[in-house]
């Protein structure tokens, strides 16, 4: 007989207890849990369930044989590079973006591609209707004998469909707004979320279906759900960019088939979301040649692709006692510490300084690489000179004011030379094998060096 239990689950870990509770002690959240009715079968019921005959036996790893890895192109290239080459079939991949990021436009359109190459797509809806998909699908020129298009959210119903249909692909936009009758709670709760996400894990598996699964993030920008959520699925992969701008960066932070140092960028446009083959050429579009003081060029690295970014800096006296430090596209404790750095080795006194530091482009530059840029950016910002527009900067800086060596140092030079860059800044332990014709190579080994090279005659600095 079935036992009925009642218990208080945290709506943002997961945490569970049996009486209500003001704070999470898991996560220290405040009024984050709800009541939750579970149905629990008895001891005797469970254990008629299993069949223990059926349980396969463990072998020896040497005895191990590993069938060849197939994988489906999305049609894609962008999404392909960060997938690792591909979707791996029977793989589980979690999709997680802002809201109008453009998950559904994205996913939409890779199911019209893999529908082209006769894969049978199954894409089912939660939140919209099949006549809302109809109007997208319209507008992204999408119109397959492959693709079908599913409006549930009843999580029986869904799997009723995918075991008739039996698709190759199967799409779920969102696992947030989906239910199971087996959990007495609404959908989007923790309990909700990981019971359907494992029902969605043995299907996968069991049927070798690629399932690719949206899901929502939090206001911290978090994936909504409990954190096993993110255990569960073979890779995760972030939607991100502002939602006012038309690019879009596809990155992984979780593959088991591949590398989460790739990135894919994308540009929204009329008929959806278009590939950018070339993200340098787009994010220095409006590069004035002519430059203001605090304007910069670095080339940073994500992935395998080295991609030239423009970084800008105000400097301007405050007259408050705090100074304000504010970033975009940059982690704000490093722009601390390279301020900290200009103060501690250069004597560059900002203590009544506010400072802005801006990536252009929407971007969002994570690596140390770009040190050497913000912090020159700064410097010539507060000293009102500007630098040769046609001079890209490469370096880490550590806390002494030395700059560290960087990896994949001649891809990024490779790349400056392609658009036409003369002078490239370096660190000075980089070793170079191969020689670059028609670029001129600056080496630094302290951040006083690169900022003195500046006001030198050699950049060409000039008054702003």
Known sequence: MAKIRTKYVCQQCGYETARYMGKCPE??????????????????????????????????????????EIRISTGIEEFDRVLGGGLVQGSLVLLAGDPGIGKSTLLLQTGGELSKQNKKVL??????????IKLRSGRLEINSDNLYIYAQTNFDCIKKQISELKPEVVVVDSIQAIYS????????????????CNELMHISKNENITMIVIGHVTKEGNIAGPKVLEHMVD????????????????????NRFGTTSE???????????????????????????SQVAGSVIIVANEGTRPM?????ALVGTTPYPAPRRVTNGVDFNRVLQILAVLEK?????????DVYVNVIGGMDIR??????????????CARDVVIDPHTAIIGEIGLSGEIRTVNHIEKRINEAAKLGFKKIIIPDSNELDEKFDGVKIIRVKKIIDAISACLSNELKMVRA
């Open 27 to 68: 996560c220290g959240s405040w009024e984050s849990f709800v009541e939750e009715t579970m149905i629990k079968e008895s001891a005797s019921s469970v254990l008629s369930a299993v069949i223990l005959d059926n349980a396969a036996p463990p072998v020896l790893i040497k005895d191990i044989t590993i069938g060849k």
């Open 123 to 132: 894409y089912i809806s939660a939140e919209e209707s099949a006549s809302q």
């Open 181 to 196: 009758n087996n959990i007495q709670s609404s959908a989007g709760s923790v309990s909700q979320i990981r019971e359907c």
């Open 235 to 254: 890779t995760v992969i972030q939607f991100e960019g502002d939602k006012y701008k038309s690019y879009r960066v596809l990155r992984a932070v979780k």
């Open 263 to 289: 990135v894919g960028i994308f540009e929204m446009v009329s008929k959806g979301l278009k590939e950018v083959t070339n993200p340098s050429e787009l994010f220095l579009k409006e590069y004035n040649q």
């Open 308 to 312: 030239l970014v423009e970084i800008q």
């Open 345 to 353: 080795r250069v004597g560059l006194n900002l203590s009544k300084q």
């Open 367 to 380: 690596e140390p690489a770009a040190d050497l840029g913000i912090a020159l950016a700064v410097a010539t």
